[in-house]
Nanobody, 115 residues
Framework: QVYLVESGGGSVQAGGSLRLSCSAS????????MNWHRQAPGKQRELVSS???????TYTDAVAGRFAISRNNVRNTVYLQMNSLTPEDTAIYYC?????????WGRGTQVTVSS
């Protein structure tokens, strides 16, 4: 079974930073693209950033230049460094991986940014 556990969320003021972590088990982590999604109140879940097994990264326009995704294949962990946070970044952030044709999700970690 695949397990994803997020951590690192919290409450910060606008302009602040947070670093999210997602620890994965049950997969050969280094082979998989890992994703961060977020869901704000009243909105659909959206893909924020991805990192491939080769380390290639993508970002949604709203966070490009402010967020940075990275991975540690020894620790089976993916990170999301979030800088220059704004209230629009307030959401639950979820870690995600596709394996065996299925999507696996963590329980999420809450990020709240106050103005």
């Amino acid at each position: 079974q695949v397990y994803l556990v997020e951590s690192g969320g919290g409450s910060v003021q606008a302009g602040g930073s947070l670093r999210l972590s997602c620890s994965a088990s049950g997969i050969n982590f280094k082979l998989y693209t890992m994703n961060w999604h977020r869901q704000a109140p009243g909105k659909q879940r959206e893909l924020v950033s991805s990192i491939t097994s080769d380390g290639d990264t993508t970002y949604t326009d709203a966070v490009a230049g402010r967020f940075a995704i990275s991975r540690n294949n020894v620790r089976n962990t993916v990170y999301l460094q979030m800088n220059s946070l704004t209230p629009e970044d307030t959401a639950i952030y979820y870690c995600n991986v596709k394996s065996w044709g299925r999507d696996f999700w963590g329980r999420g970690t809450q990020v709240t940014v106050s103005s």
